[in-house]
């Protein structure tokens, strides 16, 4: 199967999750297509690769590839993959390739039995768990990571896990869980029991559903919709999670310390989606209203950048009582492409995107509402593309404070060298975007939008403050310095 190109010709892809996993016990139910629909759901979270595991109580049968998961499955594979649970996961590469071996769900094996395992985070003690891994006295013959068929932290977990099992995979998990640093949701299985866990900080999200006759656990709440499994709560953090033929079962590995990813609310999340009891789409329409009130202007139309800023440019404009309007037009099939683009079609950009309806815009002064801002290329071009379409003004409003650092948890952002708010005021930005005004939401503004404490949020990528220690050598790498906190 061919590899999709990423949408890079565009110049700023903007900052992409490392994924979606999900989980069903379900006997008697078509697992493996409840898996497909609820990572179809999830598609958002992770572009690259889509797998699922499937166990009929003897074996467990892997199937995964590169692609979309539409690419990856079909009828007759859906159909091949019989069994009472499944563990499914889609893919977006922030730590390990791009490669077929980093797909998952990855597996292993023990003498008693196998060990499928999906991941969403990063780890941030990798080479700490490579060094644990190597002194077990259990595993002598255990490779070192870079040797591994997979480069991804994942393929670390799943070994350790297989290193530590002699007394079972939940006695392996209690062991090797605590050890984890950094952001993990895991759902994992052997041949008879599903597991669910998601580390002490909590940073992205997992939740546990109910179907009629099983159970299920997801990214986030709207793959639990397309399914039609009931929300029962959030995993919650440092909580491992077993489902068997005896039911459902709970212990913590670690004290729960809530820091979730604030960027969830911005971006990543889809707007359906509920976090901590509140729906997306309600705090992207409250950040809007916010941002009017921090930020306003004079002007005659409200426009989004679809599809990531309507939510909010909807509450800007109702807080500002400036008439909302759809002023560019998204073409959906070009965020994921098979062919690599000439120079002839980079030079198109944003055009390949959006499209501006000339007779909506022309003349009018514009209020623009995006999510973020990263490098800065994509609103450059747009601000020029809505002026060549005849907008009398351009002001540029923009649901998120500057992102300004890495992230070490699982968002591809772009290195700090590459992000275009370290080192310029909002009035250079501006002018660099060849705006007439531009307004970032305050990082309180924001906060006070989710309707969560400040405490329990991760929000480094705007602060700089990282909630789990990064290691010194990244630190380093990335400049970062008394940071961490």
Known sequence: MLSPVDDSYCDDPGPRDACGVFGVWAPGEEVAKLTYFGLYALQHRGQESAGMAVSNGERIMVFKDMGLVSQVFNESTLNSLSGHMAVGHCRYSTTGASTWSNAQPTFRGTP???????????????????????????????????????????????????????????????????????????????????????????????????????????????????????????????????????????????????????????????????????RVHAVRVEIGRTLALEYPVDADMVIPTPESGTPSAIGYAEASGIPFGLGLVKNSYVGRTFIQPSQTIRQLGIRLKLN?????????????????????????????????????????????????????????????????????????????LGADSLGYISIEGLTASTGVSGKKLCRACFDGHYPVPVPADRAQEMGLENTIG
């Open 356 to 432: 501006p309806i000339r007779d909506v815009i022309e003349g009018k002064r514009l209020v623009v509402v995006d999510d973020s801002i990263v490098r800065g290329n994509t609103q450059r071009a747009l601000v020029k593309m809505l002026r060549e379409a005849g907008a009398a003004e351009v002001h540029v409003r923009i649901a998120s404070p500057p992102v300004q650092w890495p992230c070490f948890y699982g968002i591809d952002f772009a290195t700090r060298a590459e992000l275009i708010a370290p080192g310029l005021s909002v009035d250079e930005i501006c002018r660099s």
């Open 112 to 278: 008693d039995y196998g060990i499928a395992l999906a991941h969403n985070g990063n780890l941030t003690n990798t080479d700490e768990l490579q060094e644990w891994l190597e002194t077990s006295a259990e595993a002598p013959e255990v490779p070192r990571k870079d040797k591994m068929d997979s480069t991804s932290d994942t393929a670390l977990v799943t070994a350790l896990l297989t290193v530590h099992g002699g007394n079972g995979l939940r006695e392996a998990a209690l062991e090797v869980l605590p050890r984890l640093r950094g952001a993990f949701c895991l759902v994992f299985s052997n041949e008879h029991t599903l597991f669910a866990a998601r580390d002490p900080q909590g940073i992205h999200p997992l939740v546990l559903g109910r179907l009629a006759n099983g159970w299920v656990v997801a990214s986030e709440t709207a793959a639990l919709d397309i399914i039609g499994a009931s929300l029962i709560r959030e995993v919650e953090p440092g909580e491992l999670v077993s489902v068997d033929a005896s039911g459902l079962s709970s212990v913590r590995f670690a004290e729960a310390d809530p820091k979730g990813c604030l960027f969830e609310y911005v971006y990543l999340a889809r707007p359906d989606t509920l976090i901590s009891g509140r």
